[in-house]
């Protein structure tokens, strides 16, 4: 209930200073951030950016032994379809050169890097989805 008023209040300062677009989409971040740790994802890097800062990932965790890079996709409502419909190939491309890039610097095989999407819809009762493996992350050899 606490957590739910905080996220209210973050909510309302940001779309003060912020465009709406940006206000919703952080709004999203912050709940889909704390739905995946209630699964036991453990979260490593949120709004993390190549350093040339050409991509972006939303959310960077571990789930067990697999590292997730988190597209989140978030909308006012799903009156033009499911919000993950908008990853277009343009971000596949950047989430997998964020999944190379963060499983070198880890020193993880890429075998164990995986991409999901985290859905949320901003109804008065938000609507929370999780889709393990949504984006399949091409192997290099």
């Known amino acids: 209930m606490i957590l739910t008023l905080l996220d209210h209040l973050r909510d309302k300062q940001r779309r003060k200073l912020w465009v709406p677009d940006q ?28 350093p040339a800062g050409d991509a972006e990932a ?49 020193t993880l095989p890429e075998e164990q890097v995986r991409c999901d999407v985290v859905t949320v819809i901003l109804t008065p ?3 929370i989805e999780l889709f393990r493996n949504a984006v399949r992350l091409t192997v290099t050899a």
């Open 23 to 50: 206000a919703t989409g952080r709004r999203g971040e912050d709940l889909a951030h704390r739905y995946l740790r209630r699964l036991g994802y453990v979260v490593v890097a949120r709004n993390y950016r190549l």
């Open 58 to 106: 939303d959310i960077i965790a571990w789930d067990g032994q697999a590292l997730v890079i988190v597209e989140v996709k978030t909308r006012n409502s799903d009156a033009f379809g499911p919000p993950d419909r908008a990853i277009g190939e343009e971000k596949r491309r950047a989430l997998q050169r964020i999944a190379r890039e963060y499983s070198r610097k880890s």
């Open 125 to 127: 009762k938000p609507r």
